[in-house]
């Protein structure tokens, strides 16, 4: 594994705190963070991240994204990581990195030109997906720098869970997030990721405050966010934030540590889109449960369908210039 320098830290009088996300770990020289992948060495901070061990090409609507530039593609690479412990991760063998679960990481480093220059040559945005984007902040750092001048945007599907100082360095460097709000309460929230909830809300409002396109994610989780009370909970936590912000239900299948119970059924993610809806939020989205129905974008103004979609393809985009050519409604996204 490569160490490379990394930001957000304090030193004070000798005592190293890293600022990356909520749990501000304290280090002693030579000790590694509690994500496993940030470490003292004197008086700085390194990174594993600057690495990935994947690299293809995805429609941007499996990150899921589907308000930002449907049926584009996205580069996507993944560095170790997560500070969350989901014990369902699909993906637990990279997020997981250095703890039990997690699998020796053999990955390279990362050029950003090159990878910045491949998108480009493909009309592509890139995408930091699988684990946490957040702990690669250097990386995405780099990668919207040279992004910028290629016309490539950065996306990030996120836990959420950063500093106030980290989503201040990163909102700039990035055009859409999709963050994951995996329980509606504090309680449910910290049995589900070992983490607290708040600091994911903070960062979903100041990530539309600071102008990145965000969609939010919640997997309908067995005895937590399968449960429409909890679902309530989090459709209206959404819909305070901002009721415009597209909320995909993610059907769970069994994986990791949680492999005892069912994957979840139509009826539930077709509940789960009723209570979305009578949360206020406008754009409610399932994949593949309920058909074309479930992944189609209508006009909140008068209804018509302005993108129809297949599973992880855009079939027609009913707009122009963000309005719906029905009805001239303005549908909000980065079309
Ligand atoms: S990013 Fe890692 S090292 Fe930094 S506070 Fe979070 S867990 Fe600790």
Redo the contacts with the bound molecule.
């Keep these: 594994m490569d160490w490379t320098p990394a930001g957000l830290f304090t030193v004070e009088a000798g005592r190293l705190q890293?600022a990356?996300?909520p749990?501000?770990?304290v280090?002693d020289d030579g000790e590694v963070?509690?994500?496993q992948?940030?470490r003292r060495r004197g008086d700085l901070m390194e990174t594993a991240t600057f690495a990935t061990s994947v690299r293809h090409k995805d429609a941007v609507e499996r990150k899921p994204f589907y308000h930002y530039r449907p049926g584009s593609t996205a580069l996507t690479i993944a560095a170790p990581g997560c500070?969350f412990r989901c014990d369902y991760c699909v993906n637990h063998r990279l997020s997981q990195f250095g703890r039990e679960g997690g699998l020796p990481w053999a990955a390279t480093p990362v050029d950003p030109a090159g990878l910045v220059a491949s998108a480009a040559a493909e009309g592509a945005s890139v995408a930091l997906s699988y684990t946490e984007p957040s702990?690669a902040v250097e990386l995405t750092l780099a990668l919207a720098e040279y992004g910028a001048a290629a016309g490539v945007d950065v996306l990030w599907k996120s836990n959420g869970f950063l500093t106030p100082e980290t989503t201040a360095l990163a909102a700039p460097a990035l055009a859409a997030v999709n963050i994951d709000l995996k329980a509606g309460d504090e309680h449910a929230h910290h049995r589900v990721t070992g983490a607290p909830l708040r600091p994911v809300l903070t960062t979903i409002r100041a990530m539309v405050e600071l102008g990145v396109w965000v969609e939010v994610s919640t997997p309908l989780i067995p005895g937590c966010s399968s449960e429409p009370g909890q679902l309530s909970r989090i459709a209206r936590l959404i819909a305070e934030i901002d009721a415009d912000i597209p909320w995909h239900l993610l059907r769970f299948t069994p994986a990791f540590q949680r492999t005892g119970t069912v994957p979840t059924g139509p009826e539930a993610l077709r509940d789960a889109v009723a209570i979305g809806r009578d949360a206020g939020l406008r754009h409610v989205y399932v994949e593949r449960a309920l058909g074309a129905t479930g992944r189609a974008t209508r006009c909140p103004g008068c209804g018509a369908e302005a993108v129809r979609r297949g599973v992880w393809t855009t079939e027609a985009v009913r707009m122009t210039d963000g309005r719906c050519n029905a009805c001239g409604h303005r549908i909000p996204g980065r079309w």
């Design positions: 890293c990356l996300c749990l501000r770990c280090l963070g509690r994500c992948v940030r500070t702990l």
